[in-house]
């Protein structure tokens, strides 16, 4: 396992393809190499990425890695039948950046969570019907421009009419993490992926 975490940490992801290859030929099952050895890289790069040090080079080739070795243990975007908690993530309508989705999404997935990803230029009636289908405990949407913001603020009336009022809502991105989270309606207002992935990690705690 240890082999998987340095490859996945030095981005070389050839090497973590071929070590997550030989991990399931020796019968190692999916769900340990995630919690085992995706998550614990990613526990790592969390200790290096401080907020005074944030190196989006080093996350995002660290993120590809992780990427590869998820779709080699879920083919075809398959998502885990299980995890410690599912979540919705998308960009709303009118959105079309993702990048910062897609990052957020690598880190919870990395650490054993369920992402359902509703993709960009996501509807909020999509978001939540989603969150409802998939049983999520939080919705998670990323703004890179401000014209969203009028969006966010209606997603906790659309969970509360679908029945959803203990859903968490989450936001970040350029855009959005402007704001605090009482202007935007939402619990949290996240200043990084991995900001955000403790704060989901600490709801997931706080329900066991």
Request: charged content about 25%; proline content about 4%.
């Given at each position: 396992m240890q082999s998987l975490i340095a490859a996945l940490l030095e981005g070389d992801k050839a090497q973590a393809l071929a070590e997550t290859r030989r991990l399931r030929a020796a019968g190692v099952a999916p769900e340990r190499i995630v919690t085992d050895g995706l998550a614990e890289a990613m526990r790592r790069l969390d200790d290096k990425c401080t907020v005074e040090a944030f190196n989006l080079l080093e996350i995002m080739l660290v993120g590809r890695a992780v990427s590869l070795v998820v779709n080699e243990l879920y083919p075809e975007?398959?998502?885990?039948?299980?995890?410690?908690?599912?979540?919705?993530?998308?960009?709303?309508?009118?959105?079309?950046?993702?990048?910062?989705?897609?990052i957020v999404?690598?880190?919870?997935?990395?650490?054993?969570?369920?992402?359902i990803d509703c993709g960009k230029d996501c509807?909020?009636?999509?978001?939540?019907?989603?969150?409802?289908?998939?049983?999520?405990?939080?919705?998670?949407?990323?703004?890179?421009?401000?014209?969203?913001?009028?969006q966010v603020?209606?997603?906790r009336a659309a969970l509360e009419r679908a029945g959803l009022a203990g859903v968490k809502v989450v936001a970040g991105g350029a855009a959005l993490k402007q704001a605090t989270a009482a202007e935007l309606n939402v619990d949290y207002v996240a200043e990084t992926a991995f900001d955000g992935a403790r704060y989901l990690?600490?709801?997931?705690?706080?329900?066991?």
């Open positions: 975007g398959e998502v885990p039948a299980t995890g410690k908690a599912t979540f919705v993530i998308a960009a709303l309508e009118g959105d079309i950046h993702d990048l910062g989705k897609r999404k690598m880190v919870l997935t990395g650490r054993g969570y369920r992402v509807p909020v009636e999509t978001l939540v019907g989603a969150a409802q289908r998939e049983g999520a405990r939080a919705v998670l949407v990323s703004g890179l421009i401000t014209s969203v913001i009028p603020r209606t997603i990690e600490q709801l997931a705690e706080e329900e066991r």
